[in-house]
């Protein structure tokens, strides 16, 4: 028997959805990752980079438990430091933005986003120099521990089901076993 796949956390699918919106949708063309360790070169630029950096998770509900999450999904957008660097990250900015603002449940990935603050620098040293815009949207998400994810599941047919009548005295006076027929289509 295999093992189960395992669940892609829904930061991972967060990531991975802003990297999809963007893909093509800049002047980074295809050189957007979902990582903040990939080493760029001055020959890669621009490109993008994205990663979460922080989460807050207040509980929203007790019984069943629910978490209102909201993650920071930080978008780097890396260009040449040359005397234009400025217009250049301004102008991928832009494209970023316009991309992630048309589409604020990032393709489903998240209930609702929002850019919140960005922060625009040099990065490297010496000749290896690149602008840097970190462009901070804050995502949306819930999540619902221990619930089981539905389409994991094998489609329900039969059920045992024990009555134990009072007073109860933990031997069951009634069993029953119900299947569900579903007719083919």
Same mark, same amino acid.
């Given at each position: ?5 395992v669940a ?17 949708a800049?002047?980074?063309g ?9 080493h ?6 621009p490109?993008i ?19 209102? &999450? %909201? ?8 260009? =040449? $430091? +040359? ?6 990250l301004?102008? *991928? ?24 603050r ?8 010496g &000749? %290896? ?8 949207? =804050? $995502? +949306? ?8 994810? *539905?389409?994991?599941l ?11 009548l ?8 009634v ?11």
């Amino acid at each position: 028997m295999s093992p189960a796949p395992v669940a892609k956390h829904p930061r991972q699918l967060i990531r991975e959805a802003v990297v999809e919106l963007l893909t093509g949708a800049t002047d980074a063309g295809a050189r957007v990752w979902a990582s903040r360790m990939r080493h760029v070169s001055s020959r890669d630029l621009p490109a993008i980079g994205v990663y979460t950096t922080e989460e807050s998770s207040p509980l929203a509900d007790v019984s069943p438990r629910k978490y209102e &999450r %909201t993650v920071t999904v930080a978008v780097d957008c890396m260009v =040449e $430091a +040359d005397e234009s660097v400025d217009d250049a990250l301004d102008a *991928l900015a832009m494209q970023v933005e316009t991309a992630l603002m048309a589409d604020p449940t990032l393709g489903g990935a998240a209930l609702d986003s929002a850019l919140m603050r960005t922060s625009i620098g040099l990065v490297g040293e010496g &000749r %290896t120099q690149a602008g840097c815009a970190t462009l901070e949207f =804050e $995502a +949306d998400y819930e999540t619902s521990p221990g619930l089981v994810d *539905l389409d994991s599941l094998d489609d329900f047919a039969t059920a045992g089901v024990d009555y134990d009548l009072a007073p109860a005295d933990g031997t069951p006076e009634v069993q029953d076993v119900v299947t569900i027929f579903t007719p083919d289509p």
